[in-house]
T-cell receptor
Framework: EAAVTQSPRNKVTVTGGNVTLSCRQT?????MYWYRQDTGHGLRLIHY???????QIGDVPDGYKATRTTQEDFFLLLELASPSQTSLYFC??????????FGKGTRLTVV | QQKVQQSPESLSVPEGGMASFNCTSS?????YFWWYRQHSGEGPKALM?????GDKKEGRFTAHLNKASLHVSLHIRDSQPSDSALYFC????????????FGLGTRVSVFP
């Protein structure tokens, strides 16, 4: 089955801190995504990418940067973390006409 | 306003029973629908997609789509404890998965 691996699985940082969430997929998928999941908001798309070096803005991009260094690796960067960014973050990948495969998530707490 | 709305928020169903829940899109551009399931501590996993009017059956799961009303439902027959999970409806303007918009989910609990 398709594999999407996220690291770390849990992270605590302070307000104003710098955080990088990592994601690797071994599915040979072109498309990768970062979502956040919050009670009352469901899953919301932050950024996504069509391939290495490409970046597309999702529905809730403010406060986030992303970088796709290779076909396999997609990173989400929070340069000045705020408590409102406390959330469960999911990375996912897909082919053009395939389902979206999600990782197990990273729980981020900003104190 | 949520573009993809799900109901109910939660439901309980006895083991062996039928679980049914709904999804509606308020955006007429959203013509393609997916159902995802998320168990506690896991990421969402796709159950099925439905793009055409009518029913689509996969094992114990049946989805129904009415494109005129942008209403889609999911029915789980012979519910099992392993079906206890959060079920998401997701919609898209295209028949591929990029840029899915998710609903808030329906939490299903199957009791013995």
């Amino acid at each position: 089955e398709a594999a999407v691996t996220q690291s770390p699985r849990n992270k605590v940082t302070v307000t104003g801190g710098n955080v990088t969430l990592s994601c690797r997929q071994t599915n040979s998928h072109n498309y990768m995504y970062w979502y956040r999941q919050d009670t009352g908001h469901g899953l919301r798309l932050i950024h996504y990418s069509y391939g290495a070096g490409n970046l597309q803005i999702g529905d809730v991009p403010d406060g986030y940067k992303a970088t796709r260094t290779t076909q396999e690796d997609f990173f989400l960067l929070l340069e000045l973390a705020s408590p409102s960014q406390t959330s469960l973050y999911f990375c996912a990948s897909s082919g053009l006409n395939t389902e979206v495969f999600f990782g197990k998530g990273t729980r981020l707490t900003v104190v | 306003q949520q573009k993809v709305q799900q109901s109910p928020e939660s439901l309980s169903v006895p083991e062996g029973g039928m679980a049914s829940f709904n999804c509606t899109s308020s955006d007429r551009n959203f013509q393609y629908f997916w159902w995802y399931r998320q168990h506690s501590g896991e990421g969402p996993k796709a159950l099925m997609s439905i793009f055409s009017d009518g029913d689509k059956k996969e094992g114990r799961f049946t989805a129904h789509l009415n494109k005129a009303s942008l209403h889609v439902s999911l029915h789980i027959r012979d519910s099992q404890p392993s079906d206890s999970a959060l079920y998401f409806c997701a919609a898209s303007e295209h028949n591929y998965a990029q840029g899915l918009t998710f609903g808030l989910g329906t939490r299903v609990s199957v009791f013995p």
